[in-house]
């Protein structure tokens, strides 16, 4: 089914999805260093992934040593998952997380081929609060790039996890992280005659799901808010569709306006405040844009056509969208308030659903040719 991954909000929408206070300092200042390991995400060709050692977090007691472990493996995971770092493998490890406490011995990490590694410490608190020490290393050039200090209730460990992978990810690429983030998707289940479908939520490594939505109406294309707790999804009343907006903290659901034909297709303009979408008009489906504060509408694109899929790009000054008025179903391009759409997708097939890239150089899309499925960019 259709998920979306939300992109990394401003540091307020990120402390509001946070049930609980997640604080971080810098725990030590890095030195400067020449030379340090970098990868250029944006550049061309391709470089084999960076060698990284994650040692388990050494802990203050039993219970904060699993923690700490826990939150070592969190950490590996996410960043073998971009496809930039390969974790060693732990067994290769010469120092244990207690020596590491004292001293880094680099030459031991030089031996087993590691480019970069992290090292950290947990203590439990009182209250249920950890609080969680990691520091990032240059092998190589035998001093610390980054380093940080988290306090946290203790059931918020992977989210301090995903924090930490964000900080090294950030600190190597230049690039902000995307590990503290969630997908909202639909699940499906059920026989086959008779399948549910649920708005659900869930961390972007697959942990924590939660479903929003009973299931007793058909659900589809969750988006998430770039600035609030929010989703606008499609959905099915008396076999109608309809626009609404979930407030994940409250529960909240609603109709976004009153239309008298049927809206699909919602997404978030970048600032959270409007949402474009389709809405049929005689025998076409036309962009309308809405206003969430004044619920006044814009109708964005006017023909007899098909327009659907709208998605903006991240400065809010484009809009590109999928449309057959061409005679085949091809991607096209506007500015945001409208007018002057020019076709941007010219190979053969059916093209659809484009998103833009959070750096704004790139369009995702999905093409239906020979009868098969494809996903691209451009």
Excluded: C
Aim: hydrophobic share 40%; charged share 20%; no cysteine.
């Amino acid at each position: 089914m259709i998920a979306t991954l939300r992109n990394r909000a401003s540091g307020m929408v990120r402390q509001a999805a946070f049930a609980a206070a997640l604080t971080a300092g810098l725990a030590l200042a890095a030195g400067s260093v020449t030379a340090e390991p970098t990868i250029d995400v944006g550049g061309a060709g391709s470089r084999d992934p960076m060698k990284i050692a994650v040692t388990d977090f050494h802990g203050s007691d039993s219970q904060a040593s699993k923690y700490g472990a826990d939150i070592a493996g969190v950490i590996a995971a996410d960043l073998e998952r971009s496809g930039l770092f390969a974790p060693i493998n732990k067994d290769a490890f010469i120092q244990k997380p207690e020596e590491l406490q004292k001293t880094v011995r680099f030459q031991d990490w030089r031996l087993i081929g590691s480019e970069v590694m992290v090292t950290g410490s947990v203590k439990t608190e009182g209250n249920g609060q950890l609080r969680v020490e990691f520091r990032l290393w240059d092998v190589g050039g035998e001093s610390q790039m980054v380093g940080r200090a988290y306090e946290s209730p203790a059931s918020n460990w992977r989210r301090v996890a995903h924090n930490i992978a964000d900080a090294i990810y950030e600190r190597i690429t230049g690039e902000k992280g995307y590990f503290d983030s969630r997908v909202v998707f639909v699940a499906e289940s059920g026989p086959p005659t008779r399948r549910v479908k649920r708005l659900a939520i869930m961390d972007q490594d697959g942990a924590n799901v939660k479903f929003l939505t009973t299931g007793a109406e058909l659900v589809l294309t969750p988006r998430f808010s770039p600035s609030t707790q929010e989703i606008t999804y499609l959905s099915y009343f008396n076999n109608r569709p309809r626009v609404y907006l979930l407030n994940i903290d409250t529960g909240r659901q609603e109709v976004v306006g009153d239309f008298p034909g049927m809206t699909f297709a919602p997404r978030f303009s970048p600032d959270g405040n409007r949402v474009a979408m389709s809405m049929t008009t005689g025998g076409g489906a036309n962009i309308y844009l809405m206003d969430l504060r004044s619920r006044q509408s814009v109708q964005l694109t006017n023909s007899p056509a098909i327009d659907t899929s709208p998605s903006f790009s991240p400065d809010g000054s484009q809009i590109v969208f999928e449309s057959d008025r061409g005679g085949s179903q091809q991607l096209y391009l506007m500015g945001a308030s409208g007018g002057g759409a020019s076709r941007i997708s010219q190979g053969d097939g059916r093209y659809a659903t484009p998103v833009w890239s959070p750096r704004g150089d790139m369009i995702a899309f999905t093409k239906m040719t020979g009868g098969r499925f494809y996903i691209g960019v451009m």
